[in-house]
């Protein structure tokens, strides 16, 4: 069956330290990969998305994310991280003509001065 | 584009009232989504569209849940009668191409 693994639960880290959030996932085909980002009260926002091509791939808010396809792996990444990155990070996985997502169950990031 | 438009943003309801939430989707979209979020399950598909048609409400979890789509601008997710466990945050999205975007979300409370 499908998966999307997020391991870490909440990750605490420093103003202006580098960041990296895991997300594995499971599936029998090349998938489609996203990262959303939810703030307390709020939706969930697109960070970026992967479909084919450079595995490495920028999104808003300086967040990038590498595609790994030997560690079945999509990784987020931030060089340095600001106060109002403190959300909740969720890695959703999908697959060419199927239209659900599976999400993650997400991890919460808090930033400490 | 305004986004996924959601209503309401917040309701608290005695239980066995009816519930219903309300989604516009952005313009030209052709897939719609309602998913459910609870800190036990985190985020659960519970039903979609694809051109105003349901396609699967296999996450519907009870047949107190409903959801129609009477045209391309316009869905509604009802509850009746609505539960206490039926607390959570309801979202609405809609989908063009490969990517979804979600709307603010309707948070409930059941009490």
């Known amino acids: 069956a499908q998966s999307v693994t997020q391991p870490d639960i909440h990750i605490t880290v420093s103003e202006g330290a580098s960041l990296e959030l895991r997300c594995n996932y499971s599936y029998g085909a090349t998938p489609y990969l996203f990262w959303y980002v939810q703030s307390p009260g709020q939706g969930l926002q697109l960070l970026l998305k992967y479909f084919s091509g450079d595995t490495l791939v920028q999104g808003i808010k300086g967040f990038e994310a590498e595609f790994k396809r030997s560690q079945s792996s999509f990784n987020l990444r931030k060089p340095s991280v600001h106060w109002s990155d403190a959300a909740e990070y969720f890695c959703a996985v999908g697959l060419f003509g199927n239209e659900k997502l599976t999400f993650g169950t997400g991890t919460r990031l808090t930033i400490i001065p | 584009d305004a986004g996924v438009i959601q209503s309401p943003r917040h309701e608290v309801t005695e239980m066995g009232q009816e519930v219903t939430l309300r989604c516009k989707p952005i313009s030209g979209h052709d897939y719609l989504f309602w998913y459910r979020q609870t800190m036990m399950r985190g985020l659960e598909l519970l039903i979609y569209f694809n051109n105003n048609v349901p396609i699967d409400d296999s996450g519907m979890p009870e047949d107190r849940f409903s959801a129609k789509m009477p045209n391309a601008s316009f869905s509604t997710l009802k509850i009746q009668p609505s539960e206490p466990r039926d607390s959570a945050v309801y979202f609405c999205?809609?989908?063009?191409?490969?990517?979804?975007?979600f709307g603010e979300g309707s948070w409930l409370t059941v009490v």
């Open positions: 999205a809609s989908r063009y191409g490969n990517t979804i975007y």
